[in-house]
């Protein structure tokens, strides 16, 4: 095998040091690391450096705790390479995206569909407008379109559903509305300030998620460890986002199922939560929280006490309220055996966070690339298998408890530590040249990737971004196949995905 171990979350690679092998041995090594149940690939994609293309792989070794890198330099006139995704399905969106913005040919692969329509597509000709959704020719089923202008402020994407009488027999979502080319963005600005604020507006309900995945990454190529407390604080930050969301999220469920008393009661909650975050650095989403190299927001004992005050009070309610849920007849009838997935779906799929782990599939980054405090915490994800609505929102209420005890033991013990040793964000920080960096990061939907070159200068050259929704709204496609079409807002909901964490 020929590839570079990372055995640090995050950690920075000088680029000579990446093994770079001809097409044929990269194909090989990957369906062989791939076919491996403790192997799933974080990242594929092309670095252009004096028209020179160079493909970066990143494969996450959950046993070993560790990212395996290395790459392939084909000739400049290169049209076509065989699909890995043939082999390895979870490949499909990669090299899906390659082909959009390289024009690159994937022989065998089993459908190139664009992925974003991105501005600066190889293909200009290739327009969202006249694009050609799959079909099926009998006069016994019908189409359904919604979107990509939705109801209030959903964000827009298109859903083509086809159905025989009312059962769905195929969904395919259709996303690109928005692409914002932020990747790019990071790369024009290079200024530490300018590009913690873009880590916040990748997805706005992960801000945390994707600052904390920015601060790391800036800090491993500047090679910057953060001090105890530090770490502590953004992950206290990190699962307070979780919290808030799973509630909220507990909410949704609740009302596309017409329990109105559990929807606005975790309404009320989720605001408390979002609240507690805005008495800490005055935002609700925590903007401004995280930063590279130190915080604006230190904890004091007060906002210590504030948070642990108030968590004692959710705790109480929210367990109240899922107590009524989960042992309502009515609703559990309405949440089990609908939107199944399977363990082999989600593998095929590469799902990631609790779309994973609700189909028996044990994918967190917090127990296996640990970042931040959770070393020390020796973390164990929350597991269940019937892949269902049911087991999606139980999820988040046992994800719920496991956070909130994390919090605890963690402002326990920064509540009996010096807490004036905080340090001022630093974003002078210089960046190691010719190096590439990788963070990832548990947000609550799961696994975050953010990949960076820099060049000789130290300055950003490319910058890769991956929300976990990049893989998941698969997941949704397949949920509903089977369903009657009624059931697809409840199994929208129970997935929760993101539109511009997709379009980025």
Same mark, same amino acid.
């Given at each position: 095998?020929?590839?570079?171990?990372?055995?640090?979350?995050?950690?920075?690679?000088?680029?000579?040091?990446?093994?770079?092998?001809?097409?044929?041995?990269?194909?090989?090594?990957?369906?062989? @690391? @791939?076919?491996?149940?403790?192997?799933?690939?974080?990242?594929?994609?092309?670095?252009?450096? &004096?028209?020179?293309?160079?493909?970066?792989?990143?494969?996450?070794?959950?046993?070993?705790?560790?990212?395996?890198?290395?790459?392939?330099?084909?000739?400049?006139?290169?049209?076509?390479?065989?699909?890995?995704?043939?082999?390895?399905?979870?490949?499909? #969106?990669?090299?899906?995206?390659?082909?959009?913005? @390289?024009?690159? =040919?994937?022989?065998?692969?089993?459908?190139?569909?664009?992925?974003?329509?991105?501005?600066?597509?190889?293909?200009?000709?290739?327009?969202?407008?006249?694009?050609?959704?799959?079909?099926?020719?009998?006069?016994?089923?019908?189409?359904?379109?919604?979107?990509? #202008?939705?109801?209030?402020?959903?964000?827009?994407?298109?859903?083509?559903?086809?159905?025989?009488?009312?059962?769905?027999?195929?969904?395919?979502?259709?996303?690109?509305?928005?692409?914002?080319?932020?990747?790019?963005?990071?790369?024009?600005?290079?200024?530490?300030?300018?590009?913690?604020?873009?880590?916040?507006?990748?997805?706005?309900?992960?801000?945390?998620?994707?600052?904390?995945?920015?601060?790391?990454?800036?800090?491993?190529?500047?090679?910057?460890?953060?001090?105890?407390? @530090?770490?502590?604080?953004?992950?206290?930050?990190?699962?307070?986002?979780?919290?808030?969301?799973?509630?909220?999220?507990?909410?949704?469920?609740?009302?596309?199922?017409?329990?109105?008393?559990?929807?606005?009661?975790?309404?009320?909650?989720?605001?408390?939560?979002?609240?507690?975050?805005?008495?800490?650095? !005055?935002?609700?989403? &925590?903007?401004?929280?995280?930063?590279?190299?130190?915080?604006?927001?230190? +904890?004091?004992?007060?906002?210590?006490?504030?948070?642990?005050?108030?968590?004692?009070?959710?705790? +109480?309610?929210?367990?109240?309220?899922?107590?009524?849920?989960?042992?309502?007849?009515?609703?559990?009838?309405?949440?089990?055996? #609908?939107?199944?997935?399977?363990?082999?779906?989600?593998?095929?799929? !590469?799902?990631?966070?609790?779309?994973?782990?609700?189909?028996?599939?044990? %994918?967190?980054?917090?127990?296996?690339?640990?970042?931040?405090?959770?070393?020390?915490?020796?973390?164990?994800?929350?597991?269940?298998?019937?892949?269902?609505?049911?087991?999606? &929102?139980?999820?988040?209420? +046992?994800?719920?408890?496991?956070?909130?005890?994390?919090? %605890?033991?963690?402002?326990?013990?920064?509540?009996?530590?010096?807490?004036?040793?905080?340090?001022?964000?630093?974003?002078?920080?210089?960046?190691?040249? =010719?190096?590439?960096?990788?963070?990832?990061?548990?947000?609550?939907?799961?696994?975050?990737?953010?990949?960076?070159?820099?060049?000789?200068? !130290?300055?950003?050259?490319?910058?890769? #971004?991956?929300?976990?929704?990049?893989?998941?709204?698969?997941?949704?496609?397949?949920?509903? %196949?089977?369903?009657?079409?009624?059931?697809?807002? +409840?199994?929208?909901?129970?997935?929760?995905?993101?539109?511009?964490?997709?379009?980025?």
């Amino acid at each position: 095998m020929e590839y570079y171990e990372m055995v640090k979350n995050p950690d920075a690679v000088s680029l000579g040091n990446i093994p770079d092998t001809d097409y044929n041995t990269f194909y090989k090594q990957t369906v062989d @690391l @791939l076919k491996r149940k403790e192997n799933h690939c974080l990242n594929y994609f092309v670095s252009n450096s &004096g028209n020179r293309l160079r493909f970066f792989i990143l494969i996450a070794n959950d046993d070993k705790h560790s990212v395996l890198i290395y790459s392939h330099s084909p000739e400049n006139d290169i049209k076509r390479l065989k699909s890995i995704s043939a082999e390895c399905y979870q490949m499909h #969106i990669f090299e899906r995206e390659i082909h959009e913005d @390289l024009g690159i =040919e994937f022989t065998g692969h089993p459908w190139l569909k664009p992925v974003r329509y991105s501005s600066d597509r190889f293909d200009q000709s290739s327009k969202m407008s006249g694009y050609l959704f799959y079909s099926i020719d009998s006069e016994e089923v019908h189409e359904v379109g919604v979107g990509p #202008i939705h109801a209030g402020v959903i964000e827009p994407g298109h859903f083509r559903f086809i159905c025989h009488g009312e059962n769905v027999l195929h969904l395919e979502i259709q996303l690109g509305y928005q692409h914002r080319g932020i990747g790019k963005l990071f790369a024009e600005k290079n200024n530490l300030l300018q590009q913690s604020v873009l880590s916040e507006t990748i997805a706005g309900d992960t801000s945390v998620g994707h600052a904390l995945a920015y601060s790391q990454l800036a800090e491993a190529f500047a090679e910057v460890n953060p001090v105890s407390n @530090l770490k502590k604080e953004r992950a206290v930050a990190l699962e307070l986002e979780r919290i808030a969301v799973h509630i909220g999220d507990t909410a949704a469920l609740c009302a596309d199922v017409g329990y109105q008393i559990g929807q606005v009661a975790c309404e009320a909650l989720r605001t408390m939560v979002i609240n507690t975050t805005q008495d800490w650095c !005055g935002n609700r989403f &925590g903007k401004g929280l995280i930063r590279p190299g130190g915080t604006n927001f230190p +904890l004091s004992k007060e906002m210590i006490e504030v948070i642990e005050k108030r968590l004692d009070e959710v705790n +109480l309610r929210f367990h109240h309220v899922t107590d009524l849920v989960y042992n309502n007849s009515g609703i559990i009838s309405r949440f089990e055996n #609908i939107g199944a997935l399977s363990l082999t779906q989600a593998l095929m799929s !590469g799902a990631t966070g609790m779309a994973a782990r609700s189909t028996g599939l044990c %994918r967190d980054i917090r127990w296996s690339h640990p970042f931040q405090s959770f070393g020390i915490l020796h973390y164990k994800p929350a597991i269940l298998d019937s892949g269902d609505v049911y087991a999606r &929102g139980m999820i988040r209420k +046992l994800e719920f408890e496991l956070s909130l005890a994390i919090i %605890r033991k963690l402002l326990l013990d920064m509540a009996g530590s010096d807490l004036s040793t905080s340090v001022r964000p630093d974003y002078n920080m210089k960046l190691r040249p =010719e190096t590439l960096g990788v963070s990832i990061v548990e947000g609550w939907r799961g696994e975050i990737c953010h990949s960076s070159i820099t060049g000789k200068d !130290g300055k950003t050259a490319l910058y890769k #971004i991956k929300d976990p929704s990049l893989h998941n709204w698969l997941m949704l496609a397949l949920a509903v %196949r089977g369903q009657e079409i009624s059931d697809f807002p +409840l199994c929208n909901k129970s997935f929760n995905l993101s539109y511009c964490g997709h379009d980025l």
